[in-house]
């Protein structure tokens, strides 16, 4: 019988990774906006933070191992479009677990 499991340490790890890759962009750019660096200097760094992130968020999402059989499963579809609040979760088939990660799609 399939069953749901939670992997809230995992949906931790993801935020706490994502915040760590942001922080440099939004002080780059709060510092920009202020005006005590110059956008030459606080646009690249904010891309980059940017593309890291979203580097890290790949990588992580792809890096899932179920907790029963310790498979690498595969991201949920589309998890970076999800919305409405909708759960993320990995599916392993061989042991008919369904890993809720504590993750939400968001509201916007
Ligand atoms: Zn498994």
Known sequence: MA??????AFGAKFITVMAICASPGLMALAAGGVGVVSWWVAG????AAL???ILASFK????FRC???GSLLPPPKR??????NAPLVFK???CDVTWDVGLRGSND
């Open 3 to 8: 069953q749901t499991r939670r992997a809230h």
């Open 67 to 69: 907790g029963v059989c």
């Open 44 to 47: 690249p760094i904010f891309g």
């Open 79 to 84: 998890w970076y479009a999800a919305h409405d």
């Open 60 to 63: 992580l999402m792809a890096s």
């Open 92 to 94: 392993c088939k061989e």
């Open 51 to 53: 593309i890291a992130a």
